[in-house]
């Protein structure tokens, strides 16, 4: 999958032509031409390394197999993927940390960290938006990235998530101010975006 997806011409965030229109949802094979660089992005963003990254789309895919029947079209194709993704993701990492805590508890010795710096300008605006997005709460990165990062509408994201479409706009004003202030923190200390 790798950059070729992440760099793909996707468009999940283009009018979605599957969302309130279909009585029946779309086939497998064209949800993940359409939406496979769209789920890779919402995977590494949540801090998934390139190695585990093409196996979690994967599982995300199977997941969207089997989940298929109960779509409803409520909520856009884009968003619906991005609840199963951050579900999958959510798994892994749950699993990965009480893996790492096994081999902790099992050596007595921590591992070295794996991420290498780098030394590219995007490499840093990548790492910065990261640690932003997960040093944010849940409710608020979840309509920040969506809307920001995706570019679903507020409603859309409020009826997908359950919430008050005003509530909506209240996380994403504070998201959106979280962020202007980390990006001016992240200038004072020498970073570059």
Sequence with gaps: ?????????DT????????R????????????????????????????PDAAAEDLMHEVFMVVHRRLPEYDARASMATWLFHLTRGVVSNWQRARAREQLRIVEATSVGEAPLDPER???????????????????????DVFELVELEGESVADVARSLGINLNTAYSRLRLARQAFAQAVA????????P
Excluded: C, N
């Design 185 to 192: 923190r992240w200038h004072g200390d020498g970073g570059q």
């Design 1 to 9: 999958m790798g950059a070729a997806a992440a760099t793909g011409a």
């Design 12 to 19: 999940a965030s283009a009018a979605d032509p599957h969302a």
């Design 21 to 48: 229109t279909h009585a029946s949802p779309p086939a497998l094979a064209e949800i993940y031409a359409r939406y496979a660089a769209f789920v890779w992005r919402v995977v590494r963003r949540r801090g998934v």
């Design 119 to 141: 030394a590219a300008a995007r490499g840093q605006a990548q790492r910065f938006v990261h640690g932003f997005l997960r040093g944010l709460d849940a409710d608020k990165r």
